[in-house]
């Protein structure tokens, strides 16, 4: 069985900056690519930004320049360093991996969201 455990989110006022952690754990052989998703109340999940093993990036443009993400590998862990936030960020976040576990197989796992609340 794999988990993925999301920290971090809470209320912080514009421009203010945020740093999310999500910790994969259990019966894992390997993790590739991981990333970070967001839904705003009544709208789509949508990609904020994705990493590769091998630490390639991408950003949607909403977050370019203010959001960084990387990862632990040792960790198993994924981190989403967030500045400048305003409101349009406000969201449950949600990390995801693609986890490979000792049964060889492979699946997209989810964590269960961390609310970000950008607000003054």
């Known amino acids: 069985q794999v988990q993925l455990v999301e920290s971090g989110g809470g209320l912080v006022q514009p421009g203010g900056s945020l740093r999310l952690s999500c910790a994969a754990s259990g019966s894992i052989f390997s993790i590739g690519a991981m990333g970070w998703y967001r839904q705003a109340p009544g709208k789509q999940r949508d990609l904020v930004a994705t990493i590769t093993t091998g630490g390639t990036t991408y950003y949607a443009d909403a977050v370019k320049g203010r959001f960084t993400i990387s990862r632990d590998n040792a960790k198993n862990t994924v981190y989403l360093q967030m500045s400048s936030l305003n409101a349009e960020d406000t969201a449950v976040y949600y990390c995801?991996?693609?986890?490979?576990?000792?049964?060889?197989?492979?699946?997209?796992?989810w964590g269960q969201g961390t609310q970000v609340t950008v607000s003054s």
């Open positions: 995801n991996a693609d986890i490979e576990t000792f049964l060889r197989n492979t699946n997209t796992y």
